[in-house]
Every structure is written in structure tokens, then in C-alpha cells.
């Protein structure tokens, strides 16, 4: 069983456009994020919810709104879509605050 | 602010051969510091945590509060172990997790 889950695994699209990502995790966790990998392969954490709490809400453009409607998900919707924002998007869960997270497999978003 | 620093972003060595990568962090409180590793084009996985002290894959990494490192060592390399490395430092009282810039490491037959 897939213990964080990501869809899509790829996503292409247009500058403008709306779209989003889903992150399901069946751990049982209680904490969310999602991260940005760049073209650098830098990691920078996004968001954090905790039992469907936002906790961490790091300086993202507010074209990126998370949503999460119970805390096995977190779903992260992007508007207007920017050439920048091509990246890879981790979905992460952790059963505790400061222990080790559990990553999905990401999803590569690719903005043209 | 918590900071994490790996200053090689490139790492490249012959099979057999020890390989180290270092890890150094900022940080005012007790730190929680982690090893990720990232196969092509996979998921991050978890690799060591500090407060475990346990070897995975061969790999070892030791806190030292005194130089503020926690850096990554395998006495000898194994092809597979080419992946990207992360060094990741926690919050004891909070969820942020502060990741290095990664190293790349290539082990070469």
C-alpha cells in the first residue's frame, strides 16, 4: 500500500491556467506539508496542516491555496500559473511535529 | 533562524572508495537533525536520523554540537548508493523542517 499518495505524477499546462494536486496519505498522520523542488533541486517547505489546521504558511505567492477536508488529505491549488512555478511538488506527512516525514512521490509540473 | 548548509553540491567518487558529505547547521535550540536520500527521479526517503545512532545502507552520520555538523559517512561506496542527499534539520517544538541545498553524489565503477 502506497503510504502517500500523489495525483498526477506529471502535469502539463499553460501559463494562465487553474490546476491542482491531491496528496492522500493512510498512515494515520496528523501533520501535512507540501514542499517545492526547483530546478536546483532545492527543497523548500510550502505549508504545514496539522489535523486539518494550517500551521506553516511560508512566502507563497496567494495563487497557491492548500485545502484540507480531513487530515488524511491536502491538496494544494494553484491559479494563474506562472512559467516559475514548473517545479516538483512533494506532498509529506509526519506522525508528530519534528518527526520524520513521510514523502509522496511528487508531481512535475511543467508551466508553458 | 535555523539553517542548514552543505557546501558541496557535487560529489563524485570511484566505487570502494570512503565517501563523506558534510552537513553543517544553524541553530539556537536542540536541533533534530535527519540524512534524506533521493534515488532518480523518486520519492525523498528517510536515510538516518540523528537521536537513532543506527547504520542504514553502511552509512553513519555522527552529531557534533561543537563544529554544529552532522556529516555523512559510508567507508566504502557502492554504485547504488548514487543518489542526492539531504541534510534536514527539525524543530524540537514545531514541524518546520529545514533542508539543505543537497549534495549529488555519483559513485563511478
Known amino acids: 500500500d502506497t503510504a502517500v499518495s500523489q495525483t498526477p505524477k506529471y502535469l502539463v499546462t499553460q501559463m494562465g491556467n487553474d490546476k491542482s494536486i491531491k496528496c492522500e496519505q493512510n498512515?494515520?498522520?496528523?501533520?501535512m506539508y507540501w514542499y517545492k523542488q526547483d530546478s536546483k533541486k532545492f527543497l523548500k517547505i510550502m505549508f504545514s496542516?496539522?489535523?486539518?489546521?494550517?500551521?506553516i504558511n511560508e512566502t507563497v505567492p496567494n495563487r497557491f491555496s492548500p485545502k484540507s477536508p480531513d487530515k488524511a488529505h491536502l491538496n494544494l491549488h494553484i491559479n494563474s500559473l506562472e512559467l516559475g512555478d514548473s517545479a516538483v511538488y512533494f506532498c509529506a506527512s509526519s506522525q508528530l511535529r519534528g518527526s520524520p516525514l513521510h514523502f509522496g512521490n511528487g508531481t512535475r509540473l511543467t508551466v508553458t | 533562524a535555523q539553517r542548514v548548509t552543505q557546501p558541496e553540491k557535487l560529489l563524485s567518487v570511484f566505487k570502494g572508495a570512503p565517501v563523506e558529505l558534510k552537513c553543517n547547521y544553524s541553530?539556537?535550540?536542540?536541533?533534530?537533525l535527519f540524512w534524506y536520500v533521493q534515488y532518480s527521479r523518486q520519492r525523498l526517503q528517510l536515510l538516518l536520523r540523528?537521536?537513532s545512532r543506527e547504520s542504514i545502507k553502511g552509512f553513519t552520520a555522527d552529531l557534533n554540537k561543537g563544529e554544529t555538523s552532522f556529516h555523512l559517512k559510508k567507508p566504502f561506496a557502492q554504485e547504488e548508493d548514487s543518489a542526492m542527499y539531504y541534510c534536514?534539520?527539525?524543530?524540537?517544538?514545531?514541524?518546520?523542517?529545514?533542508f539543505g541545498e543537497g549534495t549529488q553524489l555519483t559513485v563511478n565503477p
Open positions: 540523528h537521536i
Open positions: 496542516y496539522n489535523n486539518k489546521e494550517l500551521i
Open positions: 534536514a534539520l527539525g524543530e524540537t517544538s514545531g514541524s518546520r523542517l529545514t
Open positions: 498512515l494515520g498522520h496528523d501533520t
Open positions: 541553530y539556537s535550540g536542540s536541533p533534530e
